[in-house]
């Protein structure tokens, strides 16, 4: 693309860097009659990753656009060492599902940018779109911008935008951005509870819009 992976603080709302990172996973099926079971893997699946330490939080989105993986799962983790726990490599990863995964769909990045994943209840909508540099405000959303920092760095910066579905419209059919809708609650670390706005609250606690695991 040519653009360089530098991050430029304003005026386009890049958020400063954190010690916590965000982590997506997208992804697909070449098989599509096996959805709901997939669906179902995939929410007992968030449920183990968060008694992962460094994973505070799990959630799954799935969007109908065409040019975008269908399957899009965020977390919040401490620090790319999660990724090198080794309980975390025996429970990561698609399982027995890999050979069903449509490896065009198959992207795993690591972002810094925020200190937590937003939670996202089942009324509202997350919009994703894919840019080479911060854009601010984008077709009238005022989208986060996280840079890609590890794993994949198949892109350079993501914006995400936590929208309502009248909002929703204004980017509905774009190729750069997808409107993904909650499939899942936001699970929960027992370990570490990351409130919706950041605030850190005792394990246990719960919002209406979130749900606890482990």
């Known amino acids: 693309?040519?653009?360089?992976r530098e991050a430029h603080r304003s005026p386009d709302r890049l958020s400063d860097s954190?010690?916590?990172?965000?982590?997506?996973?997208?992804?697909?099926?070449?098989?599509?009659?096996?959805?709901?079971?997939?669906?179902?893997?995939?929410?007992?699946?968030?449920?183990?990753m968060v008694t992962v330490p460094g994973i505070a939080s799990a959630q799954r989105f799935a969007t109908d656009h065409p040019n975008w993986p269908p399957s899009l799962a965020m977390y919040t983790?401490?620090?790319?060492?999660?990724?090198?726990?080794?309980?975390?490599?025996q429970v990561r990863g698609m399982g027995c599902w890999l050979p069903l995964i449509d490896r065009h769909f198959y992207r795993r990045v690591l972002f810094d940018?925020?200190?937590?994943?937003?939670?996202?209840?089942?009324?509202?909508?997350?919009?994703?779109?894919d840019q080479c540099r911060?854009?601010?405000?984008?077709?009238?959303?005022?989208?986060?911008?996280?840079?890609?920092?590890?794993?994949?760095?198949?892109?350079f910066f993501?914006?995400?935008?936590?929208v309502a579905s009248d909002s929703a419209k204004?980017?509905?059919?774009?190729?750069?951005?997808?409107v993904y809708r909650p499939m899942t609650a936001r699970y929960e670390s027992s370990r570490q509870v990351v409130a919706a706005n950041g605030v850190a609250k005792s394990p246990g606690a719960s919002d209406t819009n979130t749900a606890t695991a482990g």
């Open 18 to 48: 954190t010690d916590a990172m965000i982590f997506m996973s997208q992804s697909g099926l070449i098989d599509e009659n096996r959805k709901d079971e997939w669906d179902r893997w995939y929410q007992d699946h968030l449920l183990v």
């Open 170 to 178: 204004g980017v509905a059919g774009r190729g750069d951005v997808a």
């Open 113 to 129: 940018g925020l200190p937590h994943a937003p939670a996202v209840p089942s009324e509202l909508l997350l919009a994703v779109t």
């Open 77 to 89: 983790v401490a620090s790319a060492s999660v990724f090198e726990d080794a309980y975390y490599q």
């Open 134 to 155: 911060p854009r601010g405000d984008l077709y009238g959303v005022p989208f986060l911008w996280l840079k890609a920092v590890g794993l994949d760095q198949s892109i």
């Open 158 to 162: 993501r914006g995400i935008a936590v």
């Open 1 to 4: 693309m040519g653009a360089r």
